[in-house]
């Protein structure tokens, strides 16, 4: 599956940075544009990310957060961003808060020399009338793009993409390291540590409902073409190891994991 160059830029890397003049990358961001239901034309830019990466980053008291974004002219860039995360309502107390951490982003935070692109809303599956619609399930493809931190890149960022498909539906709680449980998708998926935060894409052959007109005697055809959405972000993963594997002869140093998207 191809995944479109456009995702390359939509994603960011999260870093901390101590007192001296290094960053430390963290993990994975991407960017959703929400617009005005009376403006359409306007929009504007979130950051969203996993929560538990903000968590860790306050634990080790970095000072302040940056995103490492590639630039117009071929480099990179750390923008630093002031701490006003939002997270999710917290659940009853026998579920784990939700992870998942939002951003509003500013003009003046990213300028005409970066280069990046944003997710609409749009995109996003929030509800079970959106998963219906779309016909998302069982067995379709997904795909996310996000940090490899062996190869992060050095003077660019360079995301990498993995791929797999949808195992599981969210239909009883997932239980995390806490023993909390949470709501998620179960995707079997090659996942490795620092890809959490990376946004998971669920494609889609469906009609578009534009028509190419004329084509000789026939007035409208239909066009075919792959839609991506929005699925969830990368949560946690399980190791091999962590896991009973139906083939015994699994080598000891596959990455082979099941990671949870979260909704």
């Not at 239909?171 to 890809?195: Q, T």
């Not at 239909?222 to 009973?244: C, K, Q």
């Amino acid at each position: 599956m191809r995944v479109p160059d456009e995702l390359k830029i939509s994603v960011c890397f999260l870093c901390g940075k101590r007192k001296n003049p290094s960053y430390e990358i963290l993990g994975t961001g991407f960017f959703v544009s929400v617009t005005l239901p009376s403006k359409p034309e306007v929009g504007y830019l979130y950051l969203v990310t996993a929560k538990h990466i903000i968590d860790r980053a306050k634990r080790k008291k970095y000072r302040g957060f940056y995103l490492r974004i590639n630039t117009d002219a071929g480099g990179v860039d750390f923008v630093k961003v002031p701490d006003r995360w939002i997270y999710p309502k917290a659940p009853p107390s026998d579920f784990a808060i939700p992870g998942v951490a939002v951003m509003p982003i500013y003009d003046y935070e990213v300028d005409n020399h970066l280069s990046l692109a944003a997710m609409p809303i749009q995109m996003a599956l929030g509800d079970e009338a959106a998963l219906q619609a779309h016909g998302v399930g069982i067995g379709d493809d997904v795909h996310l793009i996000g940090l490899f931190r062996h190869r992060y890149g050095l003077t660019r960022n360079i995301p990498i993409v993995r791929g797999g498909l949808i195992a599981a539906m969210p239909e009883e709680p997932l239980e995390d390291e806490s023993g909390k449980l949470f709501d998620g998708y179960l995707i079997e998926i090659r996942s490795i540590s620092g890809l959490s935060g990376s946004p998971v894409i669920v494609f889609k052959q469906e009609l578009d409902s534009t028509v190419l007109r004329p084509l000789g005697k026939r007035q409208d055809l239909p066009i075919m073409f792959t839609n991506g959405y929005l699925l969830g972000l990368v949560r946690s993963h399980w190791s091999a190891r962590d896991v009973e594997m139906a083939d015994a002869a699994l080598d000891d140093d596959d990455d082979d994991a099941r990671a949870a998207a979260c909704r």
